[in-house]
């Protein structure tokens, strides 16, 4: 039995770094850009419309983020 990815464990994987994140159905869906991300959403929604998918934004390792 495989076990369920979370969200602890997207953010360990160096993999999933620059890049949109979102989880649903113990499914990892990934994108480049922040409309991608919102193309895919649409579609988990009508995929899997009782289930609440998490989403995520990981950083590079060495990004500056500023916040206002």
């Known amino acids: 039995m495989k076990k369920k990815v979370t969200m602890p464990d997207i953010f360990k994987n160096p ?8 989880l649903a159905a113990g499914k990892v869906f990934t994108a480049k850009t922040g409309e991608g991300a919102a193309e895919i959403l649409k ?10 998918p998490e989403i995520a934004y990981l ?10």
């Open 43 to 52: 579609k988990i929604r009508k995929k899997f419309p009782k289930e609440t």
């Open 59 to 68: 950083p590079k390792a060495h990004s500056l983020i500023l916040w206002k």
């Open 15 to 22: 993999r999933y770094r620059g890049k949109h994140v979102i």
